[in-house]
């Protein structure tokens, strides 16, 4: 029988457990994206608090595409020895911890965002934020392969245990592979393949710029929800596998696209029947059959028992949550001590509206 407090592994990277913290934003970086004590102190409670491996809110790796207030930096090596200390802070408490990094496009949610020059695969409105972005030429292309590789680069440096690309959610890369943003008549629009071609090419970028062993992995949309406007697991499988060839070391599963629906399936409410949970299990559960990666899946993961019933009935490797650890980053550990322990958090989203981010329901009255 597999447990979920087993150990477990990415390429050579050992983790304690099969629980992961999905990225999550947490809104206080500062203004130019270095981070700070007290940002430091919410990773250091999340390394105690006994998660396997933790993956940081997104960072961004070009000063000009910065797509939600203070986040974390990884546009220049200045921020290398301030993420230092993170990452030592977090290896301190025996956890690892990935780094999250992202180019925003069109989704970006800064309220500047209309100031910046985002560049998109093409010139296609986004719905949530009103961003028409420029049509990107293929020199802007090669920009921001370089900006991707650069910035594994810097978190190897930096001491990271692993990079993760944000390619969920409507995010640039997301924007790329939907048939509904990527209008593009050259070698990067078309087909599937193609329209996933600069992916292939960030991915070989970053493989080449960071060594075979580093891990490199992916939070992605198997279904951009939107029907055959955007992209659905036949296609996605397709790119799956190619990422699978091209070494990505584990694939996390998302679906949802904010820049065509801000209503996003990804982050739900209402969670507090066993039914509504874990909802993207089946995807994950198929993905898995296919590719060597290890795969893990987020969006409501809220039970342990039923985490060991996935496990157990799948290849799924890893569980990946984001608010419960919000509201409470020792989680793990009180799941360790009892495993019927519920939850504190409600999934009813308010996190999104305080600086930092925090839980509504752990505010002094
Ligand atoms: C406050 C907040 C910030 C988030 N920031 C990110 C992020 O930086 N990168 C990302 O991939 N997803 C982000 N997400 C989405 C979560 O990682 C996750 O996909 C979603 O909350 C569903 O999982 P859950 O039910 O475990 O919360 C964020 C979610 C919240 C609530």
Not at 95 to 123: C, F, R, W
Not at 211 to 221: A, E, L, Y
Request: proline residues 4%.
């Amino acid at each position: 029988m597999k447990n979920i407090f087993d150990k477990t592994s990415i390429n050579k990277l050992e983790l304690k457990n099969r629980i992961m913290r999905s990225a999550a934003w947490m809104n206080a970086a500062d203004e130019s994206g270095f981070i700070n004590e007290s940002l430091i102190k919410i990773y250091e409670d999340l390394a105690k608090g006994g998660i396997g491996l933790i993956n940081t809110g997104y960072a961004y790796i070009l000063k000009e595409d910065k797509p939600n207030p203070n986040m974390i930096g990884i546009y220049d090596d200045k921020f290398i020895p301030k993420l230092k200390e993170l990452t030592d802070t977090v290896h301190k408490h025996n956890a690892k911890i990935g780094l999250q990094i992202v180019y925003g496009s069109s989704t970006s949610t800064h309220p500047n965002a209309a100031e910046m020059d985002l560049i998109g695969p093409s010139a296609v409105k986004n719905n949530m934020t009103g961003i028409t972005p420029k049509e990107a030429s293929i020199e802007d292309f090669r920009h921001i392969v370089k900006a991707f590789g650069d910035a594994a680069e810097r978190a190897k440096k930096a001491g990271f245990d692993a990079v993760q690309f944000h390619a969920a959610h409507g995010y640039f890369i997301t924007l790329l592979l939907s048939p509904y943003f990527n209008r593009r008549e050259d070698e990067y629009g078309g087909d599937i393949h193609s329209r996933a071609k600069l992916l292939y090419e960030i991915v070989a970028e970053v493989r080449n710029r960071v060594g075979k062993d580093f891990p490199v992995m992916i939070k992605i949309n198997y279904d951009d929800l939107m029907g055959d406007k955007g992209i659905q697991f036949h296609e996605s499988m397709e790119v799956f596998k190619r990422l699978d060839n091209l070494g990505i070391a584990m694939i996390e599963l998302s679906a949802g696209n904010l820049a065509a629906n801000p209503e996003i399936p990804a982050i739900r409410t209402k969670l507090s029947k066993i039914e509504s949970q874990s909802y993207y299990k089946e995807a994950a559960t198929e993905l898995a059959k296919h590719v060597n990666a290890k795969v893990a899946f987020v969006g409501g993961n809220r039970t342990p028992s039923l985490f060991n019933e996935i496990i157990n009935n799948s290849d799924i490797e890893l569980i990946s949550i984001a608010r419960p650890f919000i509201a409470e980053p020792y989680l793990v550990n009180k799941w360790k001590e009892n495993i019927d322990y519920k939850a504190k958090c409600v999934s009813c989203n308010r996190c999104w509206d305080t600086v930092p981010v925090s839980c509504i329901l752990n505010r002094k009255k």
